[in-house]
């Protein structure tokens, strides 16, 4: 009996433990602190203000963690770069536990609208005993750079502080429609992957399997998808025209990529930013839509 009980409270403490990281992210010049992430129950604060907050004082922190953080800020502090902004994606409770892709989304509904080298650079792991103790349990690195070219400069998220309730709004769209929408989730996979790839073959081929979530069946595949991101993305007759003929020259690389033919690398380098734009045009326009299958959208788009 008296070892029955200690099992049980053995899984008892083991259940009272719970774990969350944060992250640092880099590649905005913008304020991302401005933003609302609290669809995926995460805030943002910059890093020059991150000390200062309160997020672990709404627990006992150990001297041991407290010393952890200020080394791990104090190390960042010097890797910054000197334009480059570094902010902290946090929980907005520090005492309940929320799964990783809550942060994952915040970073891809902003690379969804602003194709730039945004990134996340280091993980801090901790646990929460008791909704009243904060460990410090591990830290990682991330060194995953999504340089289109390699020239940075021109590759800073960005953004004007007019435009921040349109993009609030967005995110607060986004983060409903992701959960329930299978296309869409398998779209924006398609999308980020191209920023997870080192080698820009690869990165093109993810971005033009992101286009073809529009078409439903492979049938006149081209020409079915140069009409339906002409009427998604066109502004005008004259835009929309040279969507449909911009796509004819992308699906004909393609074609030589996939089956083995001859093609230029410095051809896939030069498209490769407009196909990504496009890509990032059409999928926030699908969010904003609200269609929730491709059936439904391939009916809607044959009018």
Do not use: W
């Not at 992430?37 to 890093?47: I, L």
């Not at 309160?54 to 190390?75: A, C, G, H, N, P």
């Not at 002409?230 to 030589?256: M, P």
């Amino acid at each position: 009996m008296a070892e029955a009980k200690s099992m049980l409270n053995n899984q008892s403490s083991e259940q009272e433990i719970k774990y969350f990281n944060i992250y640092f992210l880099s590649g905005s010049l913008s304020d991302l602190s401005k933003l609302d992430f609290s669809p995926f129950h995460v805030r943002c604060c910059s890093f020059d203000s991150f000390e200062a907050h309160d997020f672990y004082k709404k627990v006992s922190v150990d001297e041991f963690t407290e010393k952890v953080i200020k080394r791990k800020l104090s190390e960042y502090q010097e890797r910054l770069m000197e334009r480059e902004k570094l902010f902290v994606f946090i929980p907005t409770d520090s005492t309940e536990k929320i799964q990783d892709d809550n942060y994952i989304q915040c970073r891809n509904v902003l690379l969804l609208m602003f194709p730039s080298i945004l990134s996340f650079k280091h993980i801090m792991h901790f646990q929460i005993e008791d909704r009243k103790y904060l460990n410090y349990s591990y830290s990682t690195d991330l060194n995953f750079n999504y340089s289109r070219t390699g020239d940075y400069d021109d590759e800073f998220l960005d953004f004007q502080d007019d435009d921040i309730e349109a993009i609030n709004s967005f995110i607060g769209t986004f983060a409903k429609r992701i959960k329930t929408y299978q296309y869409l989730k398998t779209s924006v996979n398609t999308y980020i992957s191209s920023y997870q790839e080192m080698n820009p073959v690869m990165q093109f081929l993810c971005l033009c399997m992101t286009l073809e979530s529009t078409v439903n069946g492979l049938s006149e595949l081209t020409y079915r998808l140069g009409r339906n991101l002409a009427i998604l993305v066109g502004k005008d007759k004259e835009s929309a025209e040279q969507i449909s003929d911009n796509v004819k020259v992308i699906y004909d690389l393609r074609s030589k990529i996939i089956h083995g033919g001859d093609y230029s690398s410095n051809k896939v380098l030069e498209f490769l930013p407009y196909v990504q734009r496009l890509a990032s045009c059409t999928l926030v326009k699908l969010f904003q839509l609200n269609i929730p299958n491709l059936n439904d959208l391939n009916r809607l788009l044959m009018f």
